[in-house]
């Protein structure tokens, strides 16, 4: 019998459990290692390992069991389940009879532990808009991105976009692969250069009506992986100039 469960640690998926050998005859019975191997849907070998029992044998009526710790990539994620094989055999003693067992012993189902990915993200965005009369406008930015898994996201399709309350561009700046590690908060800090955004308002009479919309947004990937969480989050900046 096989007990095992896939959790989400330290970059990879581990599958934790035992491997159990009952003994429901009469005899002892001598026990060979393990061969334990994991398999994608596509019958691709995703790990290998050899396991030994607790002893080498297990006498009548009892039983005998092996722990499991196998590690994964995470690009075991891009499966709906994974099967484990097992191979390895036993000896009747009494009558020296060897009996080899390979056999699939599971299917993981990994549907769950990606449901374990769907958590709220915690993203904060500071902006500050610096303008002379002259031109030279810029905007300076914070995105902060607090990653609330055990397991690394990389920023993926990042964006940052300065527009108007009723959505015309007034400019774009795609952000660089940003590695947020598991647990941490990390920055983005840059600028993004809008040239004369004092002609700019005022050709569209945005001066003195309407401040302007701040919009970051991306993917954030489980490297290696499908498996992505989409994001997109604003703020509106009052526009104050300078004549220095």
């Not at 990606?114 to 002259?134: D, Q, V």
């Not at 397991?151 to 561009?169: M, P, Q, S």
């Not at 700019?200 to 701040?214: D, G, S, T, Y």
Request: charged share 25%; hydrophobic share 40%; proline share 5%.
């Amino acid at each position: 019998m096989a007990h095992l469960e896939p959790i989400l640690r330290d970059n990879k998926i581990t599958v934790l459990g035992k491997i159990v050998m009952q003994n429901p005859t009469e005899s002892p019975l001598d026990l060979d290692k393990i061969y334990l191997d994991i398999k994608d849907e596509n019958k691709v070998v995703l790990a290998s390992v050899v396991l030994d029992w607790e002893r080498p044998n297990v006498i009548s009526r009892q039983e005998l069991e092996a722990p499991v710790t196998i590690n994964l990539g995470l690009s075991a994620l891009n499966n709906k389940t994974i099967a484990v094989f097992i191979r390895t055999g036993f000896t009747y003693k009494a009558l020296s009879l060897h009996i080899p067992i390979e056999s699939k012993v599971a299917v993981l189902h990994l549907d769950s532990l990606k449901e374990t990915i769907a958590r709220p993200l915690n993203i904060n965005i500071f902006t500050r808009l610096r303008s002379t009369i002259f031109g030279n406008s810029s905007f300076e930015f914070i995105l902060g991105i607090t990653n609330p898994l055990s397991i690394d996201l990389a920023l993926e399709d990042g964006e940052i976009r300065i527009c108007t309350l009723e959505g015309k561009d007034i400019s774009k700046v795609q952000l660089s692969r940003t590695l947020f590690k598991g647990s941490q908060s990390n920055q983005i800090k840059g600028s993004v250069k809008i040239g004369n955004i004092w002609g700019k308002l005022i050709r569209n009479e945005l001066m003195r009506r309407h401040p302007l919309k701040f919009q970051a947004s991306g993917n954030l990937r489980i490297p290696n992986t499908d498996i992505f969480i989409p994001f997109k989050i604003e703020s509106v900046v009052e526009i104050n100039f300078s004549f220095s």
